[in-house]
């Protein structure tokens, strides 16, 4: 097991190096940042002054070598529009993403088990066949879209709930967090429920799609046989089972609920990361949209990693470091 | 035995047609095809002819009538555009992008993919190492590096799907032609010392189209709603070619005031398109997959 981990370990840091490597070559070939830096009427020694202390004008390997030897201690650079670490920059925003991407995920979870299961208990009733016509629904609504329904609906005609922002924040563990007052959970409320959207459909598929298949398996028949409660059967014997793919995508699913937030954060304007990264591509700065970059694909092999090293706890059949080899 | 012999084709277009639904999607996909089409031709106004336009009549209303007597049957944009006659512009320019970029991207997926199935050894692990790392990713995190990196414009959208693309078909391709080059057909082709081109594109690609058709189909749409949400972001099409994504996006500041036809009803056209391929997708699953045939 440990040997699993350290080879991963490795293979991710290979991955994160050549990720860099191509995000950074990348990037460095998009514009100059000094034209959105400097005023038209700059001069030319002023626009090389300028280029030189943003260290510019060096070679491209240079400029790469010195961004690796900073990101080792931590350093990301600095963002060109706000003059602060970009990763710094990056964390303030994170735990607005952190927060959305959670109670995203929980919304998905709450609702789509007992959906998915309902349906696969009775795949042929008006209520099943309702509920698997509401999740293809939901992977074809574009998420961007419903986000703007919602806002037309609930803020503009009703005026139920703010169309945007994130509302006033409360400090927990030295996180500042929306939901724990009225008027952050009023905030949250929206934009949470339209990225939950598409996670929730798949969750209600894996659900329904396990229990059709347990429920034909002989252990649940045994269980019957025994007289236990359908109750019982289906609360302790299908869920229990069904329960390991579900935990791992919906683990593996949470990285792209992140991601995705960059469209959701960019409707309800929503101050995380995701709005940031599309905000520094639009700025060109650079800085930020390599630390960003950086920070989501560890996030990524992070993520990766756990769901694996968990998967094998829950699932004795699983032995990852044979599997590996 | 059926008391009838069919082709295959025949099979699978009536099993299609025996679910409602399916049909029901094939119908308004081939009305929005039609349309799309035909924009130019069955549109009221070019909305991109500057002299067809008329600044007074920004912001009308569904069902207004304009001074010259037209009426805007789904109002009017911020420029004075018929929403009715952006909206089939948009839809040829959305749907022709989701197309382009999909066939571009099977055309490399299919390549790759048969490759690696049939070559083995070091060129499969390259190529499909490739796929797995990319399909840790999730599509939009991809495309979104790809448009900064490349800026706006048709092609580069066109660019960042295929990129997005490419890996579900190789990966689809590969799994089938692995399970088909086991068969004895491709033993017997390959006693008959055919050549190796022969063999890939005669024999061992024709049986894998099934469920590279089906992943296709789902990925048009797929390909569909990541240019409108680049679009809307502002980093897909750029004004000069407005797609749906950009139509939607246009009408984002004016939803708050409560003029909603201007986001709402390209949105539907979007949604409408999407919705009617993912049904034909589901149906096309069915219908293809071996193993629920009797």
New interface residues.
């Given amino acids: 097991m440990l040997v699993y981990i350290i080879r991963r370990l490795m293979q991710s840091a290979l991955v994160l190096l050549v990720m860099s490597l191509l995000v950074f070559a990348g990037v460095y070939a998009i514009g100059n940042p000094v034209d959105m830096l400097i005023s038209p009427q700059a001069d030319q020694a002023e626009i090389a002054r300028l280029t030189a202390a943003l260290g510019l004008d060096r070679p491209l390997w240079q400029q790469y070598w010195a961004f690796l030897r900073q990101a080792a201690i931590g350093d990301l650079g600095q963002s060109f529009a706000f003059n602060v670490p970009a990763i710094q920059l990056i964390f303030e925003r994170m735990p607005a993403t952190l927060e959305l991407a959670t109670v995203a995920m929980l919304i998905a979870i709450v609702l789509g088990i007992p959906l998915g299961l309902w349906a696969g208990l009775k795949p042929d009733s008006v209520a099943g066949k309702t509920i698997m016509t509401g999740s293809i629904l939901g992977f074809s609504l574009p998420t961007f879209w419903v986000g703007l329904m919602l806002i037309m609906v609930f803020s503009v005609w009703l005026g139920w709930l703010p169309s945007g922002g994130r509302g006033p924040t409360i400090e927990l563990l030295g996180v500042s967090v929306s939901f724990l007052s009225r008027e952050g959970l009023a905030h949250l409320v929206m934009p949470a429920t339209t990225l939950a959207l598409f996670k929730l459909s798949l969750v209600i598929r894996l659900t329904r799609a396990g229990t059709r298949e347990a429920l034909l398996q002989d252990y649940v028949k045994f269980a019957r046989a025994k007289g236990l409660s359908n109750a019982r059967v289906v609360g302790v014997h299908v869920l229990k089972n069904i329960l390991i793919p579900i935990v791992t995508v919906i683990g593996l699913e949470f990285g792209s609920v992140i991601a995705f937030a960059v469209v959701t954060e960019s409707v309800f304007a929503w101050p995380g990361m995701g709005k940031l990264l599309i905000e520094s591509i639009n700025a060109l700065d650079r800085p930020v949209i390599v630390a960003y970059l950086c920070i989501i694909v560890t996030l990524f092999i992070f993520i990766n990693l756990v769901v694996d090293v968990v998967y094998s706890l829950l699932d004795p059949r699983v032995r990852i470091g044979e599997a590996s080899a | 035995m059926m008391p009838t012999e069919q082709t295959p084709f025949e099979r699978v277009v009536s099993d299609f047609a025996a679910s409602r639904i399916a049909l029901f999607g094939a119908a308004l996909l081939a009305l929005i095809l039609f349309v799309a089409v035909l924009a130019p031709l069955i549109a009221p106004q070019d909305p991109y002819d500057l002299a067809q336009l008329d600044v007074m009549d920004s912001r009308l209303a569904p069902g207004s009538v304009a001074a010259t007597g037209k009426t805007y049957w789904l109002g009017t944009d911020d420029q004075g555009r018929d929403m009715l006659s952006g909206i089939f512009y948009g839809l040829r320019i959305s749907i022709g992008v989701g197309v382009a970029s999909t066939l571009a991207a099977l055309a490399i997926g299919l390549s790759l993919g048969l490759a690696a199935a049939y070559f083995g050894g070091r060129i499969d692990s390259l190529i499909m190492r490739i796929v797995d790392?990319q399909l840790?990713?999730?599509s939009?995190?991809i495309a979104?590096?790809l448009?900064?990196?490349?800026?706006q414009g048709v092609g580069k959208i066109v660019i960042a799907l295929v990129a997005v693309q490419w890996a579900y078909y190789a990966r689809t391709v590969r799994a089938a032609a692995l399970a088909e080059r086991k068969k004895e057909y491709i033993e017997a082709a390959t006693c008959l010392a055919l050549s190796h081109a022969r063999i890939v594109f005669r024999h061992l690609l024709p049986n894998c189209l099934p469920p590279l058709i089906v992943v296709a189909t789902v990925q048009v749409?797929a390909a569909i709603?990541l240019e409108?949400?680049l679009s809307?972001?502002?980093?897909g099409l750029p004004i000069t070619e407005p797609s749906l994504?950009l139509l939607?996006s246009n009408g984002?500041t004016y939803?708050?005031?409560?003029k909603?036809w201007i986001?709402?009803f390209p949105?539907v056209a979007?949604?409408a398109t999407?919705?009617s391929i993912?049904?034909i997708a589901?149906r096309l699953r069915d219908v293809l997959n071996p193993r629920l045939q009797q």
């Fill in positions: 790392i840790a990713f999730p939009i995190l979104l590096i448009l900064a990196l490349l800026g749409a709603t409108a949400t809307f972001l502002g980093l994504g939607i984002f939803l708050l005031s409560g909603y986001s709402v949105g979007l949604l999407i919705v993912n049904l589901d």
